[in-house]
Structure formats: C-alpha cells, structure tokens
C-alpha cells in the first residue's frame, strides 16, 4: 500500500515552454500533497506544500507564477513549470500523506531538462 | 540555516558489518524523526521512523537511536548488505508538518 505515482519519469523541453508533471496516490487519499527539487548531490529542497482544494504554500524563493501547483483532488496534485529556462532543469519529487500521519510516501521523481 | 545535519557525505562498510550513519539537528521542536534511503534517479523510500519520546526503534537489521539532550540521531544497520548501498537522508518534523531532510550520506557496502 501506500504508492504514489509520478508522470511522466523524464522529460526534455525547449526554453520557453512549459511542463506538467502529475503526481498522483494509487490507493490512499492524500490530503496533503509535497513538491521537491533535488539538485546532484544535494539534499531534498521542500518547494511547497499543497492541501487538497486549496492554495499552496510556497517555501521561501520558489515563485509561485512559475511553478503551478494544483491539488484538485485527494489523489492528484500537478506541477506546471512555466516558461521553463535551463535553470529549471531538476530532478523534481512528489510525496503525499494523509490527514493525522507524519509520514510521507514518495513518487519515483521526474527528471525535467530543458534545452 | 541548515537545521538537520549530516556530516559524513559517504561511508564505505565491509558487507555483514554495522554500518552507523550519523544526524544531528538543531531545532529542538522537532518530535518525529525519519530515515529514508535512496538510488539515483528514484524517489525516497521510507525507513524507519522515530518519536522524540522514545529512544530507539528497531525494526529488523535496521534501528535508530535518538539523543535529544545532544540533538542527534544514528541508524544503525547490521549485518550490511550489498543492497543497502544508497544515500540515506534524515528528516525531522514538527506538529506533523513539512519534513527538513538532512544532506544525506552516501553508503557503500563492499563485498
């Protein structure tokens, strides 16, 4: 139990552009959904924190205009990088918890390059 | 301000020894502790997990010993295995909120 999915894994975009990735819990309800960014070799940086039918909290320096994030349901929140720039390239993670636990499970992450 | 520490970025440790991996942290609000492990380009998978009123939990090879007067946390895995090479995180939290990940620790287990 308790799996979280990412889609897709890996995506290459042009600059300019912009990316949705969808993380989603299989078999449980996620009242609250996390994003992730993880540079090589570095720790696991929170980006925001998404509850269910509501806006999302953003960590210090993340811009919210540029990374979207929706959590329209108990088992689906999305990321949309907009007008991605090189810099952006990332390996990004999700992870999901419900209501009352302080454990998190996490998806398998998305590598995003942007050229 | 990096509030949960983990100063050995690698470890290497001969297969069916014990392999310790150190964190400290500094927020003394912090009340649940986790260990996660990790492969390249994959998601963290969870551990073990510890309470700040307990200090231990052991679960098969795997046990965490929490030292709240000296803000620091271990986990000790024994016997080694080869499949236990990844980087380890720790985390932290509060009020069951966001989790503070150390920098992790990249383990090796040597045949």
């Known amino acids: 139990g308790a799996v979280v999915s990412q889609h897709p894994s890996w995506v290459i975009c042009k600059s300019g552009t912009s990316v949705k990735i969808e993380c989603r819990s299989l078999?449980?309800?996620?009242?609250?959904m996390f994003w992730y960014r993880q540079f090589p070799k570095q720790s696991l940086m929170l980006m925001a924190t998404?509850?269910?039918?509501?806006?999302?909290?953003?960590e210090q320096g993340v811009e919210k205009d540029k990374f979207l994030i929706n959590h329209a349901s108990l088992t689906l929140s999305t990321l949309t990088v907009t007008s991605a720039h090189p810099e952006d390239s990332s390996f990004y993670i999700c992870?999901?918890?419900?209501f009352g636990t302080g454990r998190q499970y996490f998806g398998p992450g998305t590598r995003l390059t942007v050229t | 301000d990096q509030q949960v520490k983990q100063n050995s970025p690698s470890l290497s440790v001969q297969e069916g020894r014990i392999s310790i991996l150190n964190c400290d942290y500094t927020?003394?609000?912090?009340?649940?502790f986790l260990w996660y492990k990790k492969y390249p380009a994959e998601g963290p998978t969870f551990l073990i997990s510890?309470?700040?009123?307990?200090d231990k939990n052991e679960d098969g090879r795997f046990t965490v010993f929490l030292n709240k007067s000296a803000k620091h946390l271990s986990l000790h895995i024994v016997p080694s295995q080869p499949g236990d090479s990844a980087v380890y995180f720790c985390?932290?939290?509060?009020?069951?909120?966001?989790?503070?990940f150390g920098t992790g620790t990249r383990l090796t287990i040597i045949p």
């Open positions: 985390a932290a939290t509060w009020g069951n909120e966001k989790l503070t």
């Open positions: 078999d449980f309800q996620a009242t609250t």
């Open positions: 927020n003394s609000m912090f009340d649940y």
């Open positions: 992870s999901a918890r419900t």
């Open positions: 998404s509850n269910e039918g509501s806006k999302a909290t953003y």
């Open positions: 510890i309470s700040s009123i307990k």
